[in-house]
């Protein structure tokens, strides 16, 4: 059996491209099980947590499948996975051309109310940060933002006055996630939405409804209603 050669290539993107190379060229044809981390490390040359990298990497591209005990097999069949990034709403907005304005209509610390301590898994008098947004493009309501953060989990959030920056673009800066959980749905439109993005009461509204979790934390519960004619696209 031939010996395989051995790389002095030490950043993830050169492993990982002779990663790829050798499932889709070489010898790690479908159902091939590689070698373990430590002693492809070895033959690269380069630091485990450089290997670990390259490979959840290529994991991610939909031709890995890594699983703790049974390790690490190329896919029978590569499949495309979904990359999530979270989405900035004044990125959003700017990218149209329009110009950007957040405003903070409320926020509050309040002991969680039962519905969300059930949706979020709290503890019974857990503290969290309600806080309703509007975002604007060139001055007009673009998307209307009611957030819960779970204090137990930002504690730094209770000191956080939002009045400068809005929440999406400080708990993006200032927690990652691990889990994120979006549902899409038509809801009528409440006296509130009625006030702020100007719908007629009881008339539905494109909603966006977003959980996101840090190693098994509840971070934050958002909706984000928007205004007539919104659009949500993706590709991948």
Known sequence: ??????????????????????????????????????????????SRTTMNRALREVTELGFLDRKRKAGTRVRMAPIRQARFEMPIVRAEVEKTGASYRYALVSREILVAPDWLRARMNLQVGSEVVHLVCLHSANGEAFQLEDRWINGAALPQALQQDFAAIGPNEWLVATVPFSEVEISFLAAAADAITVTHLDHKLGEPVFCVERATWWQNAAITLVTLSHRRGYRMTTRY
């Open 1 to 46: 059996m031939a010996t395989a050669p051995i790389f002095e290539k030490t950043t993830f993107r050169d492993v990982m491209a002779e990663i790829l190379h050798r499932i889709t060229e070489g010898p790690w044809g479908p159902g091939t099980l590689l070698p373990g981390e430590v002693e492809l490390a070895e033959e690269f040359r380069c």
